[in-house]
């Protein structure tokens, strides 16, 4: 058994709005909820949920953008700005290759430069980066049953067997956490009938029981190693899974 990923949720004030700009960067439709679509596999579609507190400090997860050619890079960028994006200073110096940009309720993001190697093999999202331990990494692996692309240093990177976009874990210093995060992930079991037990899997791996005010009505609400928010889904008639 395990667990298939579905999507990416991201808090939002004005859902809507926030899928909009992402469906417009992403160059991607939405569907009658305000999902952003997955593309052709293995994408990963993007749920945007309303009436979430925002939080000041930086997200445990933000997202990289490739680009193939300065030109596309340049292009992304230019398009982002005028969806609503803006430059955000984080410390970069102009000797690094990204560029750093805030979506339009402040989400970092980054565009990578053309020629990055270790996102040569992904998507146009290329990368989930988060602030995370090795631990946490190595559960998501398991619970995924995604390979280690990258274990180095307290690093570690998961991909899928077919490609796409990596999830990656920065390992130490890992910040305190303040607060719910505002991105989280949505997993499910194949079949209904494997919901239990596949949340009884993933307590087997590491991951903690959360209150039901922790939830968004989608699922059972756990954590993982780390304490990062993500829910247990039913299956959905029709929604394509990222599957191993």
């Known amino acids: 058994?395990?667990?298939?990923?579905?999507?990416?949720?991201?808090?939002?004030?004005?859902?809507?709005?926030?899928?909009?700009?992402?469906?417009?960067?992403?160059?991607?439709?939405t569907d009658a909820d305000g999902v952003v679509l997955a593309g052709e596999d293995p994408e990963i579609s993007i749920r945007f949920?309303?009436?979430?507190?925002?939080?000041?400090?930086?997200?445990?997860?933000?997202?990289?953008?490739?680009?193939?050619?300065?030109?596309?890079?340049q292009s992304t960028v230019d398009r982002a700005l005028r969806l609503g994006a803006r430059h955000l200073d984080i410390?970069?110096?102009?000797?690094e290759g990204h560029i750093v940009l805030a979506d339009p309720e402040g989400n970092e993001l980054c565009v990578i430069e053309a020629?990055?190697?270790?996102?040569?093999?992904?998507?146009?999202?290329?990368?989930?980066?988060?602030?995370?331990?090795?631990?946490?990494?190595l559960f998501w692996?398991?619970?995924?049953?995604?390979?280690?692309v990258w274990d180095h240093d307290g690093e570690t990177a998961i991909q899928s067997p077919r490609g796409g976009a990596k999830i990656a874990w920065g390992g130490p210093p890992v910040r305190p956490r303040s607060g719910r995060n505002v991105m989280h992930l949505h997993v499910s079991p194949t079949t209904r009938d494997d919901l239990g037990a596949e949340v009884e899997r993933l307590l087997s791996l590491g991951a903690t029981r959360l209150d039901a005010g922790h939830g968004d009505a989608c699922g059972v609400p756990l954590a993982d190693p780390d304490g990062n928010e993500f829910c247990v889904m039913e299956p959905r008639e029709g929604t394509r899974r990222l599957r191993r």
């Open 141 to 148: 692996s398991l619970a995924l049953d995604w390979p280690l």
């Open 49 to 73: 949920l309303p009436g979430r507190q925002r939080r000041t400090a930086p997200h445990q997860i933000h997202l990289h953008l490739t680009s193939t050619t300065p030109e596309q890079q």
């Open 115 to 137: 020629g990055n190697t270790f996102l040569a093999d992904t998507a146009f999202l290329g990368e989930l980066a988060c602030d995370g331990t090795r631990e946490v990494g």
């Open 1 to 29: 058994m395990t667990s298939n990923l579905i999507e990416l949720c991201i808090d939002a004030s004005d859902p809507l709005r926030l899928a909009a700009f992402w469906a417009g960067l992403l160059e991607r439709e």
């Open 91 to 95: 410390g970069q110096t102009p000797e």
